[in-house]
């Protein structure tokens, strides 16, 4: 059931967009009468699940869920209609049009995506406000991953800066360390200190960027390992652990650190059950673990969040500037891509990446966050100089308008079935990155 909700929702955000996007070209094409033959959600490569003629457009609905398209008559795109396109230029045709017109529909899709972004968050600004922890708000530091730990992190650390910018909300944290390009500034027991930033460093935190790091929470018994040693001492579910052979700690990170040297010995732990303080003796297995997991405790119980509630005219500079904010936060991940040294381009994910990120019950907030996201992303990659992409068509258009000259009928034909490979050869990249992660 978890599985299907995902889909569901992915669906539902892919549909919305595509169908957003495809109109931004619909519209102005219409607006200036030039004929569009296809309006189609999905592709459909011989044949289509739906399809109703109205007027001069077929409206469908392929089966093939990789995007959609607008078939425009009188341009070159993913159809390659040689025949359309050897016969003499008709008022009605793409090609006819001035390159002012045929500039507009272009970016049509494009200015929607961003739009649409823009609505969503300023309607989520509105609606459900702006919750952060701030990092001045962290007095405890933080718990890291080993691969964050191999940066020169350590428990307890808490990043303030990164190459020289402040970090002001413990979530842009993660994002900030990966995208770090010459240091961190961190506040260790209570003194500032620089950590210089590698290549390899961000190779390591981007194969291990979901378990970056995470706040110092209290060792509260949340589940056990079928073998745990400590449940069958008699450690029960939703005991909080707070010292170890008479030593207090605060944080489990502190237990995970020091259990680990009894490995094939004992232990003593000191513990609170239903308020009253006890001790229990418990062995350690020869792999240094108790078989216990941490949790059931919330978050907000131990840390100062904020919450900013915008008005209806406040919540509109807001949704832009979180907009700005997502889309420059993308062109920095997406450049990571291009150093081969970080390997990020393995990390590159397909239908089954974009559907995980969505919950597994039906959660609005979360659905069209992560669609203004997407949103954004797809305003991005379009408009990149592509051929078979918008960015791509709107680049000979720019060059028509500034040589004068159209580019011969040939280039574009080539242009685009080079783009159409490239395109493919992306999506067989981001899909077999996700089947090579299932196994």
């Known amino acids: 059931m978890d599985i299907l909700i995902q889909a569901a929702q992915f669906v539902l955000s892919l549909s919305l967009l595509i169908v957003l996007h495809e109109g931004g070209h619909f519209l102005p094409a219409k607006l200036f009468k030039t004929k569009v033959e296809k309006f189609y959600l999905f592709f459909d490569p011989w044949f289509s699940l739906v399809k109703k003629k109205v007027g001069e457009t077929e409206y469908g ?16 795109d993913e159809s390659m209609d040689k025949e359309q396109m050897a016969s003499e230029p008709q008022p009605w045709e793409f090609r006819s049009k001035p390159a002012w017109q045929r500039l507009i529909i272009m970016v049509g899709g494009v200015t929607v995506n961003v739009i649409l972004a823009i609505f969503i968050y300023s309607g989520m600004m509105m609606y459900y406000g702006e919750t952060y922890l701030p990092v001045e708000k962290i007095d405890n530091g933080l718990m890291y991953s080993e691969a964050a730990q191999d940066m020169g992190l350590q428990n307890g650390d808490l990043v303030l800066a990164v190459d020289g910018e ?6 842009d944290i993660p994002k900030e360390l990966l995208l770090s390009e010459e240091s961190i500034t961190i506040l260790r027991a209570g003194q500032r200190r620089e950590l210089p930033v590698s290549s390899s460093d961000k190779k390591g935190l981007i194969q291990a960027q979901r378990g970056m790091l995470s706040l110092r929470m209290p060792y509260v018994v949340g589940a056990f390992t079928d073998s745990s040693l400590a449940q069958q001492a008699g450690l029960q579910k939703g005991d909080s652990i707070v010292a170890l052979n008479g030593t207090k700690l605060r944080y489990f990170d502190q ?3 020091r259990i680990p040297a009894f490995a094939g010995d004992s232990v003593t732990l000191g513990l609170y059950r239903a308020g009253q303080y006890q001790e229990l003796t418990t062995a350690v297995s020869d792999s240094g673990k108790l078989g216990v997991y941490a949790g059931g405790v919330n978050p907000r119980s131990l840390y100062e969040v904020k919450t900013r509630k915008y008005g209806f005219f406040a919540s ?7 907009a700005q904010t997502v889309l420059q936060d993308y062109i920095r991940q997406f450049g990571l891509i291009f150093n081969a040294e970080t390997e990020a381009y ?6 089954l990446t974009i559907g995980s990120q969505f919950d597994t019950s039906w959660n609005w907030q979360r659905f069209w966050n992560f669609t203004a996201f997407l949103s954004i992303m797809l305003a991005f990659l379009n408009i990149l100089p592509i051929p078979a992409l918008d960015g791509g068509h709107v680049v000979f258009v720019l060059w028509e308008m500034i040589s004068g000259r159209k580019p011969p009928q040939k280039v574009l034909e080539y242009a685009q079935m080079v783009g159409f490979i490239l395109l493919l050869a992306l999506i067989v990249l981001a899909n077999g990155n996700d089947i090579l992660k299932l196994f």
Not at 166 to 171: D, Q, V
Not at 346 to 351: A, Q, R, Y
């Open 61 to 76: 609905i392929g089966w093939l869920p990789l995007g959609g398209y607008v078939k425009i008559a009188g341009m070159i």
């Open 166 to 171: 402040p970090i002001e909300r413990y979530a």
């Open 255 to 257: 237990f995970t650190e």
């Open 316 to 322: 509109f500079p807001a949704g832009l500037a979180k």
């Open 346 to 351: 393995k990390e590159v994910g397909g239908f």
